[in-house]
């Protein structure tokens, strides 16, 4: 199957789907008069490196087969780890002809990686919706004179064109004896960024920020939160495609007797969308709004669509956790994967995947293929990109569209080893991010590539 067969099925993406959802809390957004203040600190004169990726329009992009495996994070594709020498940044972001390759310099002279947390040498890398990217990193600052040793949370500007490494803010301290692990990003929204300066914590708070939302423009917080005797911890464990809202996230908070109870947060208030005892796959992009799986009570779980403020039922069936986040042939972002209908009494209690479909912008259940043909052709669900659904049988690999019709021929999967991984719609453009090795839920997953407008990469 030709690229160009494939290219003349693309159909444009025409929606953003920037969420507004300052509204949309049940309770009192946290404190928009910040506790802490971040400092800016400017940064180091060796942060910087051979630029390796311009400016440009390409339709399929590769990464290299020795780069590290990298997941969307806000509006960037891409990895950070740190090195011998500072923090190597893999990345790439709309409008890039290529992943970036960068090792940054970022810590001063009387610096070094936090490795007393938990998550030994973490950092964590996030794109906003302008186009700028961020390094998130805790270093321990030595004792200096009468000043102890110090672990600052740090969050810093970089240029993935140019690989170099901008000004950084200084955001919190760490609680001295606090047993926690690294800092992390929860989510973002526009140019705000929410930050869990301590994302796992296996203690009790102090009265000090344990969450802040940062307006990566100034550096300064617009809004923090604090938990007190409590203990914090943000949800991370969903999987990669499972969970494509950046502008919410989810977050826990427990007292000394283990009970946990769970919100759904607005990244630029603070606010809380929705609470539960357990969310679970699939939270994602739907329409103008999202889907999120309250997993609160006993299966079949509860899923709930959010549009303008307004909570209502999914209609008519029920996503597995292994949905997909996609756009369907009008470019309008979808929920795609394995599903049972309301109507199937026969729907496995652990995963429903007695039919393949999709939750349309009309936050309804529709089916792709019915259960007779998913059991009769074994169907695994591979992936869903641009209004197609790409799926293997006994013996074949077929494409197909949101009717069920097929697309084209069955395709070799030697010639187009890749399958979509998660599709997200950015200023207006779809872009989607493809694995080799059977998708999303393969354990070797080996090569990566983003595409534009569901082109289909082909083998490397």
């Not at 740090?154 to 803010?169: H, N």
């Not at 699939?282 to 299966?299: E, M, Q, Y």
Request: net charge negative; with cysteine; hydrophobic share 40%.
């Amino acid at each position: 199957m030709s690229n160009a067969f494939l290219r003349a099925l693309a159909l444009p993406a025409s929606l953003c789907f920037v969420l507004g959802l300052a509204s949309c809390g049940n309770e009192e957004a946290p404190s928009a008069e910040p506790e802490e203040t971040p400092t800016v600190v400017e940064p180091s004169e060796h942060a910087s490196s051979t630029p390796t990726a311009e400016p440009g329009n390409a339709e399929v992009i590769y990464l290299a087969e020795d780069a590290p495996a990298v997941a969307w994070h806000g509006f960037l594709v891409g990895a950070a780890s740190w090195n011998d020498l500072g923090i190597s940044v893999t990345g790439w972001q709309p409008g890039m002809t290529d992943f970036a390759a960068c090792e940054l310099e970022v810590l001063e002279s009387d610096e070094q990686p936090a490795e007393d947390l938990g998550v030994d040498r973490s950092v964590d890398v996030i794109g906003t919706e302008s186009g700028d990217a961020y390094l998130l990193y805790a270093a321990k600052r030595a004792s200096s004179g009468l000043t102890a040793e110090e672990t600052h949370v740090y969050l810093q500007g970089i240029d993935l064109t140019s690989c170099s490494a901008e000004e950084r803010s200084d955001i919190t301290t760490v609680p001295d004896g606090l047993i926690a692990s690294a800092p992390a990003f929860a989510g973002v929204s526009g140019d705000i960024v929410a930050i869990a300066p301590y994302a796992w914590i296996g203690g009790e708070l102090p009265d000090t920020p344990a969450l802040f939302g940062i307006d990566t423009r100034t550096g300064k917080s617009v809004w923090t939160e604090s938990f007190p005797g409590k203990w914090v911890k943000i949800r991370a464990d969903y999987s990669e495609s499972g969970q494509q809202v950046p502008s919410v996230f989810d977050v826990g908070i427990a007292d000394s007797s283990g009970l946990e109870d769970r919100s759904l947060r607005d990244v630029a208030t603070g606010s809380t969308v929705a609470e539960a005892t357990d969310f679970e796959s699939p939270s994602l992009i739907v329409g103008d709004g999202f889907v999120f799986t309250d997993a609160s009570g006993d299966f079949p779980y509860s899923q709930t669509s959010l549009t303008d403020g307004t909570l209502s039922p999914v209609s008519g069936g029920f996503l597995s956790g292994e949905a997909v986040s996609a756009v369907d042939e009008a470019g309008v972002p979808v929920a795609v994967g394995p599903m049972c209908l309301e109507s199937d009494a026969e729907c496995p209690v652990t995963n429903p995947d007695r039919s393949l479909g999709y939750v349309g912008a009309d936050h309804a259940v529709h089916e792709i293929l019915s259960a007779d043909q998913v059991e009769s052709l074994q169907v695994s669900f591979l992936g869903a990109s641009s209004g197609r659904v790409y799926f293997t049988t006994t013996s074949e690999n077929l494409i197909a569209d949101f009717n069920g019709e097929l697309i084209g021929e069955p395709y070799d999967s030697d010639e187009y080893p890749f399958a979509p991984v998660a599709e997200r719609v950015v200023d207006g453009e779809a872009w989607t991010l493809w694995v080799t090795q059977g998708g999303i839920f393969s354990i070797a997953q080996e090569r990566y590539a983003i595409s534009k407008d569901g082109e289909f990469p082909e083998a490397p």
